[in-house]
């Protein structure tokens, strides 16, 4: 079987529930693909196993980067492009640095935040998102299976997520078309459907 292709959703109302049937299916070796909600559910990160963001590193290493550029570019214009005496002070006065030190110091951090996540997450302008169940954004908590990496049966998985909780389980399947959808039919779509009242007419 295709991976990426075929799921279980499980619609989940309760968050304390969900969080549960989590670490109970992880418990029996199930494999979540991931799980959506529509706002966020305290400790799910640690129910699903995630590790410790590495985006705090990320952000010591580009404020670090312009921290440095900030003395680099300022010693440089003040010692030897463009030397001024202001005030009487040294050409290459430390504490004046401070300010413009600082600015670039979080400019760098915030920038190079963002785009390190954007890219880690394949975030493109033009990227369409899987939706699993439009309610995943409105009032329900969503949790998907993909079926190929899991190696209990589908009755199987279905029973587990009714046992655990699951007030409805679904099956979702993703063609070459949805995968490789339109971003403005997206769009079209979005405006003229809205994730509210489509979620009112579509289960999974």
């Not at 209990?152 to 399947?173: F, H, P």
């Amino acid at each position: 079987m295709e991976k990426n292709t075929n799921y279980l959703v499980g619609v989940f109302g309760d968050q304390d529930v969900l969080v549960k049937a989590v670490k109970a299916l992880r418990k029996k070796g199930v494999k979540i693909y991931e799980v959506f909600t529509p706002y966020p559910v305290h400790f799910l990160e640690d129910a699903l196993g995630y590790k410790r963001s590495w985006m705090p590193r990320a952000a010591f290493g580009f404020g670090a980067l312009g921290t440095t550029c900030a003395i680099l570019l300022q010693s440089w214009i003040m010692g030897f492009d463009w030397p001024m005496i202001i005030g009487g002070k040294g050409f290459i006065a430390i504490p004046d640095f401070v300010p413009i030190t600082f600015e670039l110091t979080v400019l760098f951090s915030a920038f190079g935040m963002a785009g390190s996540f954007f890219v880690s997450q394949d975030l493109k302008p033009h990227k369409v998102p899987q939706i699993f169940d439009r309610r995943q954004s409105d009032d329900k908590h969503i949790m998907a299976i993909d079926l190929a990496t899991n190696s209990l049966s589908e009755d199987e998985l279905k029973a587990l997520l009714q046992e655990v909780g699951a007030e409805e389980v679904n099956n979702k399947s993703f063609t070459e078309k949805e995968k490789k959808a339109s971003f403005l039919e997206y769009v079209v779509d979005l405006f003229t459907k809205g994730v509210t009242d489509s979620a009112r007419e579509l289960k999974g």
